[in-house]
Structures are given as structure tokens and as C-alpha cells.
């Protein structure tokens, strides 16, 4: 009899638990313990063939933000960007079109294209450069790159200047190296640029696993025929000035 009272009560014991357990999910903890969705970056593609305009757009998407409203917002800002970079390509050819008819009709369609890489993803920044191309004529067409660098836990956007701690002389490190990596390769760099060269606060940039990638536009430090110049400053050669939060990038904390 002793023996089923026992079996019993350890039956009563586990089966309590169990309910404990179950009630305890319902209130919370259930909520730690499920997965945090997977962060995405994806493209979604956009064709324009039309008389004025002819190519493809990459548009960054991203997924898996807790912030839902930062998503939303990052998606559309994303959107609407390259949205305006190609209407302001139509309204170029459709004044073209207007002005010169059909004598040089055969310059139309215009070209435009928009495309991006993953700089960085992680919970706590989202850094990617989109390059803007188009061809309305002319011997080459031109393109630029406009970085998104956003702190996910403000939503706010980060500046060169927000990278480092107060009182380090970012400034001064980083053209240091950018000069270096110019003088490793003087041939392709204006001379001037080599002598003349300044990073401001505003500078443009985006994060990557190996640094912090510095750029500049076409023809500002080197010919056309370079292409958008950058140079990845490791995180290793400016670990004493960066961040906590910066440095966590490398050291996964």
C-alpha cells in the first residue's frame, strides 16, 4: 500500500509541475524562450522599361526587427529613396524628349539602375551602401553611393563622429590610413588629394565585419576610371577610440 501512496504522490508531484510550468509560459516565460526572429536583408527587384526610362532597381527590404515600427519605416525610407532617384531620371528624359524630339531620340531610353550590399547586420546596427546609377547621355553614365547606418536600438542614424569615443582624435587616425593605403597605390589618386585629403565628422561610411569602410565620390580623390574609392580602416587600428558597442561587432558581446 505504502508502495501505490508513493507512486501516487510522485505522479501528483510531476503532473503539478507540469501545470506550473504551462502557467508560468502563459504569463512570460514562454515569451524568453521563444526564438527571436532571424534578421533578413533582402532585394527586391524593380523593372523600368518604358520609352523614357529602361533598367532594374534593387531595393533593400529588411526583416526580422523587434521593432516593427522601425521596420516599417526603414522599408519605406528605403523605397521612396530610390523611387524619387528614378522619377527624377524621368522627368531628365522626358525634358530631353521635350527639347530635342526626334533628332536625337536615339539617346532614350535613359538607363538607371540601383543596387546594395550588406555592409553590416547585426541586433544592433544596420550599415549598407546603395550605389545610384544613370546614363542620360554623354561619354559614361555616373553613380554615387549613399550609405544607411542606423543604430537599431535608437533608430536613429549614426554619423562617422558617433562611432567614437569623446576626446579620441578619430579625425586624424583614419586619414592617417586613408593616406597610407593612397601611397601604396599613389598612381591612381590625384596628387593633390593625397596632400589635401580631410575626414570630417559627416564623412560618408558603413560598418563591415573587417572595419569601418571610408568612401568618396567620383573624380573627389581619383579619376572616373576608380570607380568609388574606399578604404577599410580596421577595427584593430582604432580599438583604443571605439565604442563599446562598436567594438562589440568584433568581439560578439
Known sequence: MR?????IYHLGVILALLFCFAAMSSV?????????????????TVSHETELVSGETKIPVIKGLEDSDLEKQLNERWARDISDFVDKVVVEA????????EELSHWLPFEVAVDFQTG????????????????????????YQLATNVDLHTG?????QDLFTAGYDYRQAIRDEVLRQMQ???SIYFDEAMADSEIAPDHPFYLSAAGIVVYYG??????????I?????????????????IQAIVTGR
Do not use: M
Request: charge should be negative; proline fraction near 8%; charged fraction near 20%.
Open 3 to 7: 508502495y501505490y501512496r508513493s507512486r
Open 120 to 143: 553590416y547586420l547585426g541586433e544592433r546596427y544596420v550599415s549598407i551602401p546603395i550605389v545610384y546609377y544613370s546614363f542620360t547621355g554623354g561619354a559614361h553614365g555616373f553613380h
Open 28 to 44: 512570460g516565460w514562454g515569451r524568453e524562450l521563444q526564438a527571436k526572429p532571424t534578421l533578413e536583408l533582402k532585394a527586391r
Open 156 to 160: 536613429k542614424d549614426l554619423t562617422l
Open 184 to 186: 601604396a597605390n599613389p
Open 229 to 245: 574609392p574606399e578604404f577599410t580602416i580596421p577595427f584593430a587600428y582604432l580599438w583604443e577610440g571605439l565604442q563599446p558597442a
Open 94 to 101: 522626358q525634358a530631353f524628349a521635350d527639347e530635342f524630339g
Open 218 to 227: 567620383l573624380y573627389e580623390v581619383a579619376p572616373y576610371c576608380t570607380g
